[in-house]
T-cell receptor, first 114, second 111 residues
Framework: DAGITQSPRYKITETGRQVTLMCHQTWSHSYMFWYRQDLGHGLRLIYYSAAADITDKGEVPDGYVVSRSKTENFPLTLESATRSQTSVYFC?????????????FGSGTRLTVV | AQTVTQSQPEMSVQEAETVTLSCTYDTSESDYYLFWYKQPPSRQMILVIRQEAYKQQNATENRFSVNFQKAAKSFSLKISDSQLGDAAMYFCAFAQTALIFGKGTTLSVSS
């Protein structure tokens, strides 16, 4: 089915390990985004990308790395996971490069760092 | 930097009644978009309604409508004829490029 998919849906990892969250969209949307959701904070922007090979920091980028070698994929890597990165992570995409087209979200990845 | 404030962490309403969720935002821009998203326990983010800042007319989608006051930077959501399925977390969001979210309002609906 066309859409935006995130994997895995759940992940438990240990402190200090590297973990990568995957995001794939099938619309060829130019913009893609990563958010984290924590109780009391809503969704906060980690990184976003305007096109392949173009990425920019959001509100809470520390401890995260992104890449976008292909338009359809936007992986998020935690290079050395910390307990404070326990969260629900959402990927989103936006078509046409304009907010008016709206945003579509993946189903989220619940990451637990122990 | 743009900010979005939802001052009501929790709200409750009875079935068939009307409830209004508040949202204010801060920006120096004149061209932007505003959204309300619904997040049920499944955690899926569902678009409820969207408003273009250049449009004076308030957006409406079935039982959902907004009161957009651009000068006051206010964007409230009214839910009419509330249903049990409306129970969820509601997020107000501002966008020029990326969505900037408020902290959310948890809406409970009682029968």
């Amino acid at each position: 089915d066309a859409g935006i998919t995130q994997s895995p849906r759940y992940k438990i990892t240990e402190t200090g390990r590297q973990v990568t969250l995957m995001c794939h969209q099938t619309w060829s949307h130019s913009y893609m985004f990563w958010y984290r959701q924590d109780l009391g904070h809503g969704l906060r922007l980690i990184y976003y990308s305007a096109a392949a090979d173009i990425t920019d920091k959001g509100e809470v980028p520390d401890g995260y790395v992104v890449s976008r070698s292909k338009t359809e994929n936007f992986p998020l890597t935690l290079e050395s996971a910390t307990r404070s990165q326990t969260s629900v992570y959402f990927c989103a995409s936006s078509g046409g490069g304009l907010p008016g087209y709206g945003y579509t979200f993946g189903s989220g990845t619940r990451l637990t760092v122990v | 930097a743009q900010t979005v404030t939802q001052s009501q962490p929790e709200m409750s309403v009875q079935e068939a009644e009307t409830v209004t969720l508040s949202c204010t935002y801060d920006t120096s821009e004149s061209d932007y978009y505003l959204f309300w998203y619904k997040q049920p326990p499944s955690r899926q983010m569902i678009l409820v309604i969207r408003q273009e800042a250049y449009k004076q007319q308030n957006a409406t989608e079935n039982r959902f409508s907004v009161n957009f006051q651009k000068a006051a930077k206010s964007f409230s959501l009214k839910i009419s004829d509330s249903q049990l399925g409306d129970a969820a977390m509601y997020f107000c969001a501002f966008a020029q490029t990326a969505l900037i979210f408020g902290k959310g309002t948890t809406l409970s609906v009682s029968s």
